[in-house]
């Protein structure tokens, strides 16, 4: 089985960040880790730096 890879939670708005489903409108392919977004990546619904991201306990 696969490992589940990480999803990181936007501590400013809630928004999660899903490797498996990525984040196509930006142009982040899914299966992308976090770990592997741009440095200048933002969140898509409220702007906020991949620093305020924290990851999700599942």
Same mark, same amino acid.
């Given at each position: 089985?696969?490992?589940?890879?990480?999803?990181?939670?936007?501590?400013?708005?809630?928004?999660?960040? *899903?490797?498996?489903?990525? #984040?196509?409108?930006?142009?982040?392919?899914?299966?992308? &880790?976090? @770990? /592997?977004?741009?440095? *200048?990546?933002?969140?898509? #619904?409220?702007?906020?730096?991949?620093?305020?991201?924290? &990851?999700? @306990? /599942?």
């Amino acid at each position: 089985m696969a490992e589940k890879m990480q999803k990181y939670e936007c501590m400013d708005c809630g928004y999660i960040y *899903d490797p498996a489903v990525g #984040d196509p409108d930006n142009g982040i392919p899914p299966g992308t &880790p976090f @770990e /592997e977004l741009p440095d *200048d990546w933002t969140c898509p #619904d409220c702007g906020a730096e991949k620093s305020e991201f924290e &990851p999700v @306990e /599942e």
